[in-house]
């Protein structure tokens, strides 16, 4: 049996289906899953706590990201804002690159992980999504939590943070030159996770025996 390093990297915009992938991907392979939009979410946190989001992304325990709140709009916003700053991407890095090499396998998502947390990953996918269809998929979770802001609300904050997400200088969210682009738009969510496990599988991927 072998526990070589093997990275899958997934990148895409908010809501893409980027997490239920990874997960399932996880699951098939039997590799460890990282959610790195969660770091970031951490940080925004902790700022709309007041703190300052340099001294946060430092200070931050990247092993304890198990806050239900860090799911909510408000702190996603703020997650984007502060992911914009170099220093808190930096204070970032570490943590994710041994992550994609830890033995065993790895399925990491966020935004800029085949283009700067590990451009090796021996398979890359960019998930995305019309903009209606990912404010749509939103709306539904952030209802089934209560969350009662309308469609038209969170296509708006899908589209300010898609565009912050993309211009920004720091890691800009782009397709990497290596990456299979899969669109979910019109998907379920069975036949996206089977394109992608077919995607992982030609890359290589075996399911732990
Ligand atoms: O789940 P959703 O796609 O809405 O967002 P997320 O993946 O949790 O990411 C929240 C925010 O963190 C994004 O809008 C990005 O600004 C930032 N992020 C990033 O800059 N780089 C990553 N690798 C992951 C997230």
Do not use: N
Not at 95 to 101: E, K, L, N, T, V
Not at 146 to 173: H, I
Request: charge should be negative.
């Amino acid at each position: 049996m072998s526990a070589a390093p093997f990275t899958v990297a997934i990148d895409g915009p908010a809501a893409a289906g980027k997490g239920t992938i990874a997960r399932a991907i996880a699951a098939h392979f039997g590799y460890a899953h990282l959610d790195t939009g969660l770091l970031y979410r951490a940080v925004g946190a902790r700022v709309l706590d007041g703190a300052d989001p340099i001294d946060a992304a430092r200070a931050l325990d990247p092993t304890a990201l198990e806050d239900s709140r860090l799911r909510t709009a408000d702190v996603a916003q703020a997650a984007s804002e502060v992911a914009v700053i170099p220093e808190v991407r930096a204070a970032l890095l570490a943590f994710q690159r041994g992550f994609a090499r830890r033995p065993g396998g790895a399925v990491l998502d966020g935004r800029d992980i085949c283009t700067v947390i590990y451009p090796d990953a021996e398979a890359q996918l960019f998930v995305t999504a019309s903009a209606d269809v990912r404010a749509e998929r939103r709306w539904a979770e952030l209802r089934a939590k209560g969350d009662m802001r309308t469609l038209a609300e969170v296509l708006e904050d899908v589209e300010a943070r898609d565009a912050r997400d993309s211009a920004r200088d720091a890691a800009p969210m782009k397709p990497a030159p290596g990456a299979r682009v899969l669109d979910t738009s019109e998907l379920s969510i069975d036949a996206a996770v089977a394109a992608a496990i077919a995607h992982v599988t030609a890359c290589g991927g075996r399911a732990a025996p």
